[in-house]
């Protein structure tokens, strides 16, 4: 059973810096894209950041320039870290890990996942 497990959400004032953890367990034995979407209230859900295993990287044009995503492969993990956060980057953040492979007992099977989402509040 795959879990991606997130932390490191909360409140913070705007201009301040909060870092997202992300880290997928199971038996995993590729992921080929780790990131982060996120919805605001009211919002359609967006594309915040993207890594493949490769390290190439993808961002909204919103967040380029404050956000910074990276991943450790070994620990099939993916970071988020948030600098100069502004009011409008309040949202449930969601961490994703797409063409994640996993081994199981008919073979192998190679699916979409994401987790629960962590509340980012940031206030003016």
């Known amino acids: 059973q795959v879990q991606l497990v997130e932390s490191g959400g909360g409140l913070v004032q705007a201009g301040g810096s909060l870092r997202l953890s992300c880290a997928a367990s199971g038996s995993i034995l590729s992921i080929n894209t780790m990131g982060w979407d996120r919805q605001a209230p009211g919002k359609e859900r967006e594309l915040v950041a993207s890594?493949?295993?490769?390290?190439?990287?993808k961002y909204a044009d919103s967040v380029k320039g404050r956000f910074t995503v990276s991943r450790d492969n070994a620990k099939n993990t993916v970071y988020l870290q948030m600098d100069n956060l502004r009011p409008e980057d309040t949202a449930v953040y969601y961490c994703?890990?797409?063409?994640?492979?996993?081994?199981?007992?008919?073979?192998?099977?190679?699916?979409?996942?994401w987790g629960q989402g962590t509340q980012v509040t940031v206030s003016s």
């Open positions: 890594i493949t295993k490769g390290g190439s990287t």
């Open positions: 994703t890990a797409d063409g994640l492979t996993t081994a199981q007992a008919m073979g192998v099977i190679t699916s979409d996942y």
